[in-house]
């Protein structure tokens, strides 16, 4: 029997081990710094929102938009979440794909239930992919 590679798309949640570089950075922000943002401003503060602004400064020239359109959360699980559960209100309909991770679905469903959102969840497969012609109602899944 053939061995097939893997090819796993929620590394960023679950890799393991980490790049040595990752270590030394948590390692080194842990023992010099060592606080969240905003705290106040004494030197320690001051430092994390320097780094801070030169993240969002280094991701908004990656992607050509400007720092202050950069939000920093603990991870893709509370962006989303932020995005959806802060921008959708009652009528708004949203189309999905077939792939989405828990993260998108879980707080759809609730906001279906309880906020008057619907969306539509497109066909689709992992051999076939997503048909861009198909035809899309209004109903929820």
């Keep these: 029997m053939k061995k097939r590679s893997k090819v796993y798309l929620?590394?960023?949640?679950?890799?393991?081990?980490?790049?040595?570089?990752?270590?030394?950075?948590?390692?080194?922000?842990?023992?010099?710094?060592?606080?969240?943002?905003?705290?106040?401003?004494?030197?320690?503060?001051?430092?994390?929102?320097?780094?801070?602004?030169?993240?969002?400064?280094?991701?908004?020239?990656?992607?050509?938009?400007?720092?202050?359109e950069i939000i920093l959360t603990s991870g893709a699980t509370d962006s989303l979440n932020t995005i959806l559960l802060g921008t959708l209100r009652e009528g708004d309909h949203i189309i999905i794909?077939?792939?989405?991770?828990?993260?998108?679905?879980?707080?759809?469903n609730y906001l279906v239930r309880n906020h008057g959102v619907t969306f539509t969840r497109l066909d689709g497969s992992l051999d076939g992919?997503?048909?861009?012609?198909?035809?899309?109602g209004r109903a929820h899944v």
């Design 10 to 68: 929620d590394q960023a949640a679950t890799s393991f081990p980490k790049p040595e570089s990752v270590y030394q950075a948590v390692d080194e922000f842990s023992r010099t710094v060592g606080i969240g943002s905003g705290r106040g401003f004494y030197r320690e503060s001051r430092e994390v929102s320097r780094i801070y602004r030169e993240t969002r400064t280094g991701i908004a020239g990656l992607i050509g938009s400007r720092p202050e």
């Design 97 to 108: 794909s077939p792939f989405e991770h828990n993260s998108v679905t879980r707080p759809l």
């Design 129 to 136: 992919g997503i048909d861009p012609g198909e035809k899309i």
